[in-house]
């Protein structure tokens, strides 16, 4: 692992504080490495659904039905 140094807000140290207090992380590299993660699913699902919107846009018109729309939105979802 890479080690470095950050320097946060007073907002946002309080909040890591707040966090950290829930027992739910060991630590603030945990949570702050927990929230990259999820950051990053965030944007994997932001950058497929903007594929999906503009193959729609310049094609008229998508093959898929409402269904499978559906079905492949909450894949990615809980992916």
Not at 19 to 37: A, G, H, P, W
Request: charged content about 30%.
């Amino acid at each position: 692992m890479i080690r470095q140094s950050i320097t946060f807000t007073e907002p946002n140290n309080k909040w890591l504080k707040a966090q950290m207090n829930t027992k739910e992380y060991s630590s603030k590299s945990e949570l702050v490495n927990d929230l990259i993660r999820q950051a990053r699913k965030q944007q994997v699902q932001i950058d497929w659904l903007k594929t999906k919107l503009e193959r729609a846009e310049n094609s008229g018109y998508t093959t898929d039905s409402k269904d499978q729309i559906l079905s492949q939105s909450k894949y990615l979802l809980n992916d």
